[in-house]
């Protein structure tokens, strides 16, 4: 079986670009499940109908999100869908969920969304979190997006979760990371896959306002870069029966 996985897609002109180019290679790759991280995929930051529905079209089969879940209050029954997540350890009273389970025909494969806490919001620990996740799952087939801010949390949970996950997947800093790797034998790992957007930006968002931001501290709104864009994202390879991974490949294309 193989997991495509796209990074945090930064807006609309980052959706459209999918749209165009996500189902050539979801084919050229043999995708069988296609997950993409959308908390960004609205203008401004967060997810919304629009956006949602258009990742969607592209070849979504699952779509994670992570601290800009909630952005927008009008478009918290997004939630509802089974194949639209928030970080599973944010608190049981928030809508949505954040583990969905797909039906392969042959096999049963487990998305959980986790966010970490080291340099972000105070939600439960992530780590116990995934421990009480494990215990409901009757697949060996488990993709973890693991949203976190901290490289260390990231490592230390790909080795927590080592040979009990098929992988672990990070996502939240928009810079693809050069670790991929399988650890204990089991388990695929990616420190951050990366963003969709456009390549000639600061994390997607355009170059001037990050520039404002950053070094005159003006309140300025983001505003997502145009241009070429990029995506990035990672394929992992499992065995069906045991869910071992048996090969993780970082993509960039264009």
Do not use: W
Not at 63 to 68: A, D, K, S
Not at 136 to 151: K, Q, S
């Amino acid at each position: 079986m193989k997991l495509l996985f796209i990074g945090d897609v930064v807006g609309e002109h980052a959706c459209l670009f999918l749209q165009k180019r996500l189902p050539a290679i979801r084919r050229e790759l043999g995708a069988d499940i296609t997950v993409i991280n959308g908390e960004n995929s609205a203008d401004g930051n967060g997810i919304t109908r629009h956006s949602a529905r258009m990742l969607s079209d592209a070849g979504a089969d699952v779509i994670t999100t992570g601290n800009h879940a909630f952005q927008r209050r009008k478009e918290l029954p997004l939630f509802e869908s089974a194949h639209i997540l928030r970080p599973a350890n944010y608190p049981d009273a928030c809508p949505g969920h954040g583990v969905t389970v797909l039906d392969m025909g042959a096999c049963r494969a487990a998305i959980v969304n986790l966010q970490g806490v080291l340099f972000m919001e105070s939600l439960r620990n992530p780590f116990d979190e995934m421990d009480a996740i494990l215990q409901t799952l009757d697949t060996p087939i488990i993709f973890v997006d693991f949203h976190a801010e901290a490289t260390s949390e990231k490592r230390a949970m790909g080795y927590y979760l080592a040979g009990r996950v098929t992988a672990v997947i990070g996502t939240h800093t928009h810079v693809q990371t050069a670790d991929a790797c399988i650890l204990a034998g089991h388990t695929g790992y990616l420190t951050d896959v990366g963003m969709t957007g456009t390549a000639d930006s600061v994390l997607g968002i355009d170059k001037q306002t990050a520039i404002d931001r950053l070094h005159l501290h003006l309140p300025i709104p983001y505003q997502e870069a145009e241009g070429a864009c990029v995506i990035n994202g990672v394929i992992v390879e499992c065995d069906k029966i045991t869910g071992k991974c048996n090969k993780i490949t970082a993509l960039i294309m264009n």
